[in-house]
């Protein structure tokens, strides 16, 4: 490759190259562009651009800009990039990392690629406690998330905990990994087997530490993880895809089982690509099947030649997925739930989210994270001479990224109006021509006629998991939905995501809960603990409860009224309770209508039955 290079400040010398020596092989324009002239009937006719193509603002893309207009240019001339903005505004917006809540004007009838609080609520410390509260209600189903503890606050019990598995299993060394809250890419973070080694991170930035799986799955002799994209297109009703291509990410140094010694070694126990790419090991491979960052089918392949079921494997890693992404729609109803109540209107959302899975030597995957704004770099700085440096295009990147960023665009893209004369199709919305027929017909139906070849184009890389395929078989984890129901009824504050006292009187009152074993000042009582203890471990001077706090606050409710087997089952008993009575008195908008579900297992709720009673009899 030719290039030219440019002295940076510190002597760096930085190369003006070609960002790009290729366009993207086997990606084609999939509407028409290059070999339309093959299966157009009029070949000798121009196809004209549409007078109302699909429109992507991209002009906060920022570093996925690049992969945005690559996978544009790929669906053709019926999709049209608008970097700049525009005043009338545009069907999608492609923002970099976060949610932004901006004053443009078409912004709100519009499609946006984040969901307003989605990275707070899968930061480390955050995504900690989704687990943590998904784990109490549900043990075997949420094991998959290694065992943490959220420093600093509870230092203490981490310790004690420590040293009681010492004291069960003497010989049994264990090693655990302290990850900083607002950390990425493996900065700050570090491995010990002693609680006392804990450093500032995590006795004054707020961290997590988590049992560290020793017995990762090795390929090459070299620990790997999976990068897995998913894609949320809806809340309500809840949907989401699976990206059927990933990443595998290696280490560049060979894996030992984890010692003092080699403790330190991050190459060795540390996965990402922002550190092991400046290690002299990486290797950077043409190949999507070698290399030290290859493609997931090419592991699969891999594997499987070694004898590994893969199906069970994609299947078991299907399933942590539906769970992961299970657990976090609560909050993030609950964020969304402040966002529309603060009176502003709220754009349709779509997230692509990258979870990162280790497989263990038994071929279990665990969760180690998850990342609300996956890189979408397609490049890479390769260094040619000590200071120089040359822009290559990763091909790995390549074959995940554009297809998934293409394949989330035609999934999100809005249902147009078109009105069809004949043979022809136009855009002609105001026409008055009484043989003209206007139907609603998405892109993805107007190509449905073009040839196999082009239908094989339009072959997904997306999967739907939810509904399509774990909709029933996971419905039951869906407690925390209804939780986070009652606390965005209750809350009583406009846009605010804490409830105050009076919210959680109210929340009481209505669902009758102070007449059997629960006294109002023991409620008031309760709310008071929750607050402190809450606020205590979210420190942003906001007053109230947060939904984390609420959620505690009815399980220890539920304890108390209820004398179920599991904190499951009293959960489940407490909510049926509170929505019968408020079913009785509210207008409930129709998808979130309760539904009478079968009688808990509960003994001593004679408040329940005579409610229950009182339902039923009214439903009849
Ligand atoms: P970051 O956001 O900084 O990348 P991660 O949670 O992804 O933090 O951790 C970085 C890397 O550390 C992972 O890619 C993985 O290789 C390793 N790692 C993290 N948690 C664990 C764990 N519990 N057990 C084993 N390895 C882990």
Request: net charge positive; hydrophobic share 35%; proline share 6%.
């Amino acid at each position: 490759m030719n290039a030219t290079f440019a002295m940076k400040a510190g002597g760096k010398l930085e190369p003006i190259i070609p960002r790009r020596s290729k366009t993207p092989k086997s990606h084609t324009p999939d509407d028409g562009g290059g070999d339309r002239c093959m299966h157009s009937p009029h070949r000798s006719r121009r196809r004209r651009r549409p007078k109302n193509p699909i429109t992507v603002d991209t002009c906060k893309a920022k570093s996925s800009l690049e992969v945005v207009r690559l996978a544009l240019k790929e669906l053709g001339w019926s999709w049209k990039e608008v970097p700049y903005g525009r005043k009338s505004g545009c069907d999608i917006y492609w923002h970099s990392a976060y949610f932004h809540d901006s004053d443009e004007p078409g912004l709100y009838n519009a499609k946006v690629n984040k969901f307003p609080g989605m990275v707070e609520i899968v930061r480390k410390v955050s995504l900690t406690r989704i687990m943590g509260q998904m784990r109490n209600l549900f043990p075997d189903e949420y094991d998959f998330y290694p065992r943490s503890w959220i420093l600093p606050d509870q230092y203490h019990h981490f310790a004690a905990e420590v040293a009681s598995m010492a004291k069960e299993t003497p010989k049994q060394k264990r090693f655990f990994i302290v990850k900083p809250d607002d950390g990425a890419q493996g900065e700050g973070i570090y491995l010990l087997n002693n609680p006392q080694s804990i450093t500032s991170i995590g006795m004054v930035r707020s961290a997590v530490v988590q049992e560290y799986i020793s017995n990762p799955l090795l390929v090459e002799r070299k620990k790997f993880d999976l990068r897995i994209y998913v894609v949320l297109t809806s809340l309500d009703p809840l949907k989401f895809y699976l990206c059927k291509e990933g990443m595998a990410r290696f280490c560049t140094e060979q894996y030992q089982a984890p010692s003092m010694k080699n403790l330190h070694h991050t190459y060795m126990h540390l996965t990402n690509y922002s550190l092991n790419k400046h290690s002299d090991n990486f290797i950077h491979a043409d190949n999507v099947a070698k290399g030290s960052k290859r493609t997931m089918t090419s592991m699969w392949a891999l594997l499987q030649e070694k004898g590994v079921d893969i199906s069970q494997l994609c299947k078991d890693i299907e399933k942590v997925i539906c769970k992961t992404i299970l657990a976090l729609i609560p909050e993030l109803k609950v964020q969304m739930h402040a966002e529309l109540s603060s009176g502003k209107s709220m754009p349709s959302c779509f997230q692509i989210l990258g979870l990162d899975i280790l497989l263990s030597s038994d071929l279990k995957p665990y969760l180690l994270e998850i990342n609300a704004n996956p890189s979408y770099r397609l490049d890479y700085d390769h260094e040619v001479a000590p200071g120089v440096y040359e822009n290559l295009i990763s091909p790995v990147d390549e074959e995940i990224k554009i297809p998934l960023v293409k394949d989330t665009l035609r999934l999100v893209k809005p249902v147009r109006r078109i009105t069809t004369k004949s043979a022809s199709i136009s855009a002609r919305p105001n026409s008055t021509d009484p043989d003209e027929i206007t139907v609603e017909v998405s892109q993805l139906d107007l190509d449905e006629n073009k040839s196999p070849r082009h239908r094989k184009q339009k072959e997904s890389c997306l999967e739907e998991l939810f509904p399509a395929k774990y909709g029933e078989q996971y419905e039951f984890v869906r407690i925390l939905e209804r939780i986070a129901f009652l606390f965005n009824h209750f809350l009583g504050v406009r846009g605010g995501l804490r409830m105050g006292a009076t919210g959680f009187r109210t929340f009481t009152r209505r669902c009758k809960l102070c007449t059997f074993g629960l006294s109002t000042a023991s409620v008031d009582i309760l709310f008071i603990d929750m607050v402190r203890k809450w606020n205590a471990m979210n420190p942003d001077g906001i007053s109230g409860l947060c939904f984390d706090g609420f959620v505690e606050a009815f399980s220890v409710i539920a304890y108390r009224k209820f004398r179920g087997i599991t904190l499951q089952e009293k959960v489940v008993s407490l909510l049926d309770l509170c929505e019968c009575h408020l079913n009785a008195g509210i207008v409930w908008p129709p998808q979130r209508r309760p539904r009478v579900r079968r009688l808990p297992r509960v003994q001593d709720s004679n408040e329940y039955l005579k409610v229950r009673k009182q339902m039923q009899g009214l439903e009849n």
